[in-house]
């Protein structure tokens, strides 16, 4: 009771903070969230239950219409996190994930410091092709199968997905904040950088971070035991050899259908589609592994997470409070350049955190593009900044879909994240604006 009473203050407080700058509406909207991202982080209420608060309190104080918000809990993607579950659990119910494990304990030393840098960069390089979303969904059952320790269990997850979100940066279609980036400068007729000057621009960024971040995150867990290596050949059983034929299908269909303009358009085919039907394979008689009686094993609680995430985002956009806060930001327009991309790269690493980076980028773009006027060149600088930072959320589960995927887990305490992110957050947002000061700029 102490933590909700805890929350309730808080809520009070920025609401109250908030409203002499802003209209009675947008003041109960940030207490909400208010309320919210502290339910989430001092595990008052169970999360699920923290999840589903915004379908009482956005209809109760007249923000949104109740259908409006529960059609955030029912949105495509949700069925593309149903189908990556699926897949999961049966990764973990034929042992698959065992037999990666040991091959991937093979190319790297047997150190926890050792794996947290194995699962970082394998995760970073495989999101920067394929979705982040999927590779975490794939990689989570090794990370969970690693050590019987929960605080070193904790550590292998947050590399997956702090790697995922990380490497997600590193082309244009690896998350898709950078492809909202590119069809934003389409429509405004602005030169986009092409899938090779991309890479160029933003490896150093993704260098320094995963040079950094399993450092921090192999901290105090130095001297953990971790699952003993297993002796002679690693053999697949049949079920096993199935599995991964289905999941090298998989990766294949998505690699192939995985657009890269100009030269390649794609299959055009629904990823989340793709997902959810290769997920709906998993219970077909003498192709799956899995019975009805294992959906209890999903975490229904993470759906109805991006539900809340959607529903914040919608009431900042339908009740104004995202132009408002962009006409507060104006400031920001007469700072050195520097300082401008330091501002915006803070403001949308803290701020994704509370919502969708999807839905924060499509919302923050046309903001910041307002800045961009008389900048020239440095307009899709700062614009570049923006999207990147959006990815670049590391302390709440709500911030990104690597970050919500891991909390399915349930081994995780959000203290944790939060504890552990906040520093990541911070030299993300230091490291994206120093390169793109010195090195983006013609």
């Known amino acids: 009771m102490k933590g909700i009473l805890t929350a309730l203050l808080i809520g009070l407080l920025f609401g109250g903070i908030s409203l002499p700058f802003f209209s009675m509406t947008h003041a109960l909207i940030i207490a909400i969230v208010a309320i919210l991202v502290t339910l989430w982080t001092n595990g008052a209420l169970p999360l699920g239950v923290v999840s589903l608060l915004p379908i009482l309190l956005f209809p109760a104080l007249g923000i949104l219409d109740v259908k409006v918000v529960t059609a955030n809990y029912s949105k495509s993607i949700i069925f593309l996190f149903l189908g990556g579950f699926m897949l999961a659990i049966a990764m973990e119910k034929t042992g698959l994930h065992k037999y990666l494990s040991q091959k991937l304990l093979s190319f790297f030393p047997h150190t926890p410091r050792g794996i947290i840098y194995a699962l970082a960069v394998t995760s970073a390089l495989l999101s920067s092709i394929l979705s982040n979303t999927t590779i975490t969904l794939m990689l989570m059952p090794l990370g969970l199968f690693l050590s019987d320790n929960p605080k070193l269990k904790t550590r292998f997850l947050l590399a997956i997905a702090y790697g995922a979100s990380i490497g997600g940066i590193i082309t244009p279609i690896g998350t898709p904040p950078n492809m909202l980036l590119l069809g934003f400068l389409e429509d405004q007729h602005l030169v986009a950088p092409s899938f090779g000057e991309w890479i160029v621009k933003v490896s150093p960024i993704a260098m320094a971070m995963l040079l950094f971040v399993p450092f921090w995150l192999s901290q105090s867990v130095k001297d953990e035991v971790l ?16 599995l991964l034929a289905i999941l090298g299908v998989l990766s294949l269909l998505l690699i192939i259908n995985t657009p890269i303009k100009p030269w390649y358009m794609g299959l055009g085919l629904n990823e989340k589609l793709i997902l959810l039907g290769f997920g709906l394979l998993m219970f077909v008689p003498k192709i799956g592994f899995l019975e009805w009686e294992d959906t209890r094993e999903l975490p229904y609680e993470i759906i109805f997470l991006f539900g809340a995430g959607f529903s914040i985002a919608t009431a900042f956009g339908k009740s104004g409070l995202a132009s408002e806060i962009a006409h507060k930001l104006s400031f920001i327009s007469d700072l050195p350049l520097f300082w401008m991309l330091f501002v915006v790269a803070l403001f949308v690493s803290f701020s994704t955190e509370v919502t969708s980076n999807t839905a924060l980028t499509s919302i923050a773009l046309p903001i910041f593009y307002q800045f961009t006027h008389g900048l020239g060149s440095d307009g899709i600088v700062l614009m570049m900044v923006a999207t990147i930072a959006a ?36 030299v993300g947002v230091i490291v994206v604006s120093i390169v793109a000061y010195f090195l983006w700029r013609t």
Not at 227 to 234: F, Q, T, Y
Not at 406 to 414: E, G, K, N, T, V
């Open 227 to 242: 699952k003993a290596r297993e002796k002679g050949v690693i053999t697949l059983t049949t079920p096993q050899k199935r």
């Open 391 to 426: 990815s670049y959320a590391f302390m709440l589960p709500i911030a990104t879909p690597p970050n919500a995927i891991i909390m399915s887990s349930r081994i995780i305490p959000i203290k944790e994240m939060a504890k552990v992110g906040v520093v990541i957050n911070l």
